[in-house]
């Protein structure tokens, strides 16, 4: 089973549209931590947003919104009225213990979600 | 001041040569990996340092071999290249190895193995 499973690959909505993009994740551990990247067409990884296992405060930021909730293990990504500067690639990812751990955490990520937004 | 740096950004080589990939970071952080990206842009580890001491080998040939001459830099050399090693290499690194912080990627390295 995957550890991040974001179920859309692809997303095409029409620009300023709402688009929630999905992740729903997998662990053992009481302590983790979630994370969303984007890798827009230029190639770069830039980080968007942390979340802790013990804060399921929603967050707000911009036209970005998450929504943490522990017991769906979801941890899922809107994007309100939606701009063509948002088209790209976003990946959520999974910090845990590593298995046999000395005591570090292994970071997972999602095979990611492309999203298009059409102007 | 670019934060994490790698070297060369695109790499064409053939088969069978051997090449490294350079990275550098000046974030001060502990801990450092590689990632490497497949055609479907699926993101996976290939191996984690930590003040220059291996922690993670994702069960990657040894072909690949990781180098970390101090904290700051960690690179990769890759022999006997194959046609499956084509790929988007992410060099990245972070605070620790806590997985509390957030990883900060290098630009990338387009390797193309003809």
């Known amino acids: 089973a995957q550890k991040v499973t974001q179920a859309q690959t692809e997303i095409s909505v029409v620009e300023k549209e709402d688009v929630t993009l999905d992740c729903v994740y997998e662990?053992?551990?009481?302590?983790?931590?979630l994370f969303w990247y984007k890798q827009p067409p230029s190639g770069e990884l830039v980080f968007l947003i942390r979340?802790?296992?013990?804060?399921?405060q929603n967050e707000i930021s911009g036209r970005y919104s998450w929504n943490f909730q522990k017991s769906t293990s979801s941890f899922n990504f809107t994007i309100t009225a939606s701009q063509v500067v948002d088209s790209a690639v976003y990946f959520c990812a999974l910090s845990e213990a590593a298995s046999g751990s000395g005591g570090y955490q292994k970071v997972t990520f999602g095979i990611g979600t492309k999203l298009q937004v059409i102007p | 001041d670019t934060a994490v740096s790698q070297t060369p950004k695109y790499l064409v080589t053939q088969m069978g040569n051997d090449k490294s990939i350079k990275c550098e970071q000046n974030?001060?952080?502990?801990?450092m990996y590689w990632y490497k990206q497949d055609s479907k842009k699926f993101l996976k580890i290939m191996f984690s340092y930590n003040n220059k001491e291996l922690i993670i080998n994702e069960t990657v040939p040894n072909r690949f071999s990781p180098k970390s001459p101090d904290k700051a830099h960690l690179n990769l050399h890759i022999n006997s290249l194959e046609l499956g090693d084509s790929a988007v290499y992410f060099c990245?690194?972070?605070?620790?190895?806590?997985?509390?912080?957030?990883?900060?990627f290098g630009p990338g390295t387009r390797l193309t193995v003809t």
């Open positions: 990245a690194s972070s605070q620790d190895l806590a997985g509390v912080e957030e990883q900060y």
């Open positions: 979340r802790n296992s013990f804060d399921e």
């Open positions: 974030l001060g952080h502990d801990t």
């Open positions: 662990t053992r551990d009481t302590t983790y931590y």
